[in-house]
């Protein structure tokens, strides 16, 4: 088809053309415009909204944590009480697992004699204690469990004499220094 008409007469539908398709994206992009704004008016309701609702939700807890406060309150110094107790309680030194952890240090064939503890002496004062054995090897022996346990942090001896009392022929002297870590629980 041969197209007859004049240059200019061409150029004017060309243009046409042109501004109705710049005519309709630029329809569209104001459509598409209109759109986000109206999904950020709604958004941003919705958002004042739900701000608005939690702001008096905190503020309704506000009032109720106010009823509690004087419970808090009790609570706070009952813990304070508690820590102080745990403290003494830690504090506090089992004589019956302190004897029971020295008799399994004493050889068959040792004893004690007269053994006074109070809570003095878990404080690191060195204290003396005297073990009669039936010989020399088995106070010795006594003398070296003392050494390698927990229970004392520093066991030096102070004298070894010969007795004689119920069969046991030597008596020795022991300074040692109680652990209080190392009692056993």
Do not use: W
């Not at 569209?28 to 759109?35: H, K």
């Not at 986000?36 to 506000?62: E, F, H, P």
């Not at 004699?113 to 004062?125: I, K, Q």
């Amino acid at each position: 088809m041969i197209n007859l008409l004049p240059d200019g007469r061409k150029d004017d539908i060309r243009a046409a053309r042109a501004n109705v398709i710049i005519l309709r994206y630029t329809g569209i992009i104001l459509l598409a415009l209109l759109f986000l704004c109206g999904a950020l008016y709604v958004s941003y309701t919705i958002l004042q909204g739900t701000m608005k609702s939690n702001q008096d939700t905190i503020s309704a807890n506000d009032v109720k944590a106010d009823v509690y406060h004087d419970t808090k309150a009790q609570v706070d110094s009952l813990q304070l009480q508690l820590t102080d107790a745990k403290s003494s309680l830690d504090q506090e030194v089992r004589y019956s697992k302190v004897l029971v952890d020295l008799g399994q240090l004493m050889p068959s064939d040792t004893i004690l004699d007269n053994l006074t503890l109070t809570s003095a002496d878990f404080t690191g004062v060195p204290i003396d204690i005297a073990v009669y054995g039936k010989s020399t090897a088995s106070a010795t022996a006594a003398q070296t469990n003392f050494q390698k346990s927990k229970l004392f942090t520093n066991v030096t001896m102070k004298s070894t004499e010969t007795a004689n009392v119920d069969g046991y022929t030597t008596k020795l002297t022991l300074t040692v220094v109680f652990n209080k870590a190392g009692i056993s629980s």
